[in-house]
Each structure stands twice: as structure tokens, then as C-alpha cells.
């Protein structure tokens, strides 16, 4: 038996000694506790210790790169241009054989209304000077533009007709769903007009596009409604005008030019004969043709020449105006264009836009006669309480808010006194005429007949004649 002395130096000895034991035969408590727990596995990084990259396997992927471009880029505003070309004659599409042309005696005919009128060379550079035709049309599906004769459009022409000359005047907005025709009523109102020799001021709507300025050379130049209130064009607050009035000096230009190009004969031959008060010295003998051209030269006279030109072709002895606008809502609450303390400013505080809506409210007169017309638009929607309060008051309902929503008052004495024409679907007749045109164009195959005419106008909501369109020539099901 060995000595305890023994056994206690053995354990002596035994205490000092390292381990042998490795790490892995170490049998670890149970615990539930946090700190005591296994340590975590190294993260893939931060602190922790990085994982090794993984190892190519000696193929290198390169990024393509971008492909050269071949060719020359188009000019700012050129793929644009292009999008909104409007393209009035295919020559794959078949005559018309005894088509009449658009007039004012044919337009004021009751006995046409569901039959077509073509337009002449002269009406067409016309309304093409005024913007009057859009892409969105169809005017590309056929040999030669051509208008349907509706129920408004003998209502417009016989008192165009009826009123040349006669010295009263008439203010008419044109109100309607999307794609019920108000913008080609417009258009025809505006052939009209040219056809019986008045002065046609018209302010086109579409998108906006660059225009004249000093800085600016390329002939790029429209006036569209939009232009009034986008802020994407010059203007300038007029000296001493309380309250404050702005002046858009490049959209008046851009304007001039289009008066200029579509009244070209009656300007042309029509001197001065009111004196005016200008910042230039006038010529003697000068012609109104003359005049417009000095505001599309200089911009920063665009807006008293316009002044001067109003008052000309209001002048005793001269034609009737026919004032038309497409876009109405655009007049009708505020801009994106700021004042001096950066405040959104008013449409109606821009000359031009409150000269068209003294002139639709009555506030100016025309004397020797004419007709204010202006169109709404279902595709570009604003200020839409506020329009829908003045028509409504206008067309003698009661028009009330809501109360959560702003409605401008500027907007609703403007309208007010108005004639409001609610323009609808086409009636079967109507809609059966536009479609055997279509029929002896080539571009419709299928058989109009009672049937075939039904079912179009029912799927078209009742007869909406962009749908009608969009049906019979657009919609191809297989």
C-alpha cells in the first residue's frame, strides 16, 4: 500500500503538467445561458475572419460595350417632329368618286348630314398653317381629307353663312367625351371660316414644341394652348399694369406667323388704316401682311404688334373674326410659370390668354361679326372641377361643389353667358355614311350593311366616333 505522502506528490506533480487532452474530447456543460455557448462561426466579413475568393476557373467574361452608332444623331426636337407628323393622303387608298367639296352653302345643307365633303388644296395649306389637324385622326387612312357632315356642322355653317357680313357675333364652347368629334367640328368651323373669306385666329392644341426666340434659329415654331401655361416659354411682366399682366413674347410671335400664313390674301392686301402708337416708326402704305411680319422678326414687339393687328382687323368695313381655341381647360387655373415672390401665376394673367377669354365671356366685342369658339379636350384633362362648374352654370344647372375641391371663380365668369353644345355620338345614319366611305375607300372590306352598322355603333358606346373608328379600321381580331 503505498504512502499518503506518495499519493500527495504524485498529485503535486500532476497539477503542474499541460493537458494532453485535445480540445475536441472536452464534453462541455448544458447551458442555456448566452455567453456560455458555442462560439459563433467566423462571418463572411466585417470582423470576422474573410472567406477565401473562390478560384477561377480561367475564363474571363468581358462586358460588351455599348454599339457604335452609325450615322448621324438626330437634330433636339427631330424624333419628335416625326412622332407628331400628320401624314393627309395614302396612295394606296381608292378615289372617291363625286365626293363634293367642303363649303359654306354644302355645310349648311340639312340634306348632306351623314354624307362626306372633301377638303380643297387651299382649305388644306390653311388649316395646316393653323395646326387644325392632329395626328390622332385618321387622316392618313385615306386618298384626300374628308369630313362628315353632322347635325352641329349644319348648325355651324348656316350661321357662318348666314352671318357674313351681318354684324352679330356668337360664343359657342364645344363640350363632349373623348373621341366625340369636337376638335374636327373645330377643324370645319375653321374651313368655313377661310372658305367665306374671314379672319381665322386660331390657337391649336398639342403637345408643346420649341419656338421662335431670339436664340433660337430653327423654324420650329408652334402655338399651342399648352405653351400658355407649361412654363416652357419667355415671358415678361408689362410695364405699369396693376393688376400685373405678363406678355409671352415668343408664343405671340409664333402666333403672328401662323396669322400671317393662314389669312395671307386678306392681309396682304389690306393697308393700315388706324393710327397706332408703336416703338418703331412705321412705313407709309403698309400693308397688315407687313405688320404681322415685323412681330415675327423681333419677339420683343410681338406683343404690341398683335395689339395693332386686333385693332385693324376690328376696324370698321372689314371682315368677320373667327377666334377658335382647342384645349379650353388650359386657360382655366393656374400655371407652372412663377412671379417675382414665386407664386404660380393665373392663365388669365398672361395678355393672350385674358384677350381669348375677354372675347369668350364678351367682355370684348366683335364688330363686325364673327364667332368665338372654343373646344374642351377628353384626352388631356385639367382643371376639370372648375371647368365642369362653368359649363354646368353656363348651360343654366345648378352647378355646386363639392366642397373638398377648389373651384376657380376667374374660370366660371369667363364662361359665363356662354353657348354650351354638348357633342355626342353619331346617329345611325350618320355613323352608316362614314362607314360606306370607309367601304369605298378600300380600307374597310367587310359588308355595311344594317347589321354589320348596328353592332359597330353599339360596341362604339352609342355612336363615339373615335370608337367607331377604332372598331371598323383599327381592330383586327383573328
Known sequence: MASPSACSRCLILARGRPSRLS??????????????????????????????????????????????????????????AQRKRVSLMNSNALPVPGMPDLTPETMADPQRVGSMLGLGLDLIEQLRAVEAFKPTQGWGWFRRPAALVRAESVRLGEFIARESGGGTSRRVVLSGERGSGKSVLLLQALAMGFAQGWTVISIPEGEYQKLRSPYNKQPANKAPAHALTIGQTEYAL?????????????????????????????????????????????????????????????????????????????????????????????????????????????ALDFHLARHFAACLSGAVRLPNGGLVLAATCGSNV?????????????????????????????????????????????????ARGLMEYYASSGVLRERVDEAFVGEKWAVAGGGVVGEVERGALRMKIS
Open 238 to 346: 408689362a410695364p405699369n399694369t396693376q393688376p400685373a399682366l405678363y406678355t409671352q413674347p415668343a408664343y405671340t410671335s409664333a402666333l403672328l406667323e401662323q396669322i400671317a400664313q393662314a389669312n395671307t390674301r386678306f392681309l396682304t392686301n389690306t393697308p393700315l388704316a388706324l393710327p397706332h402708337s408703336l416703338p418703331i416708326t412705321l412705313a407709309p402704305k403698309l400693308s397688315l401682311h407687313q405688320l404681322t411680319q415685323l412681330g415675327v422678326r423681333d419677339p420683343a414687339l410681338a406683343p404690341t404688334i398683335f395689339a395693332a393687328l386686333w385693332a385693324e382687323i376690328t376696324a370698321p368695313a372689314r371682315p368677320p373674326v373667327l377666334v377658335a381655341l382647342d384645349g379650353l381647360a388650359h386657360l382655366l387655373g393656374p400655371t407652372s410659370y412663377r412671379s417675382p415672390a414665386h407664386e404660380h401665376i393665373h
Open 23 to 80: 480540445s475536441a474530447s472536452i464534453v462541455r456543460a448544458f447551458t442555456t445561458t448566452a455567453p456560455l455557448t458555442l462560439p459563433k462561426p467566423p462571418s463572411q466579413g466585417g470582423k470576422g475572419k474573410p472567406i477565401e475568393p473562390r478560384r477561377s476557373n480561367g475564363i474571363v467574361l468581358k462586358k460588351k460595350s455599348a454599339p457604335a452608332r452609325a450615322g448621324k444623331p438626330p437634330l433636339p426636337g427631330e424624333r419628335k
Open 382 to 430: 385639367v382643371n376639370a372641377e372648375s371647368l365642369a362648374m362653368a359649363l354646368k352654370q353656363s348651360a343654366g344647372e345648378e352647378g355646386v361643389g363639392d366642397g373638398f375641391k377648389a373651384v376657380d371663380a376667374r374660370a366660371v365668369q369667363c364662361l359665363r353667358g356662354v353657348e354650351v353644345w354638348q357633342v355626342g355620338g353619331l346617329s345611325k345614319s350618320e
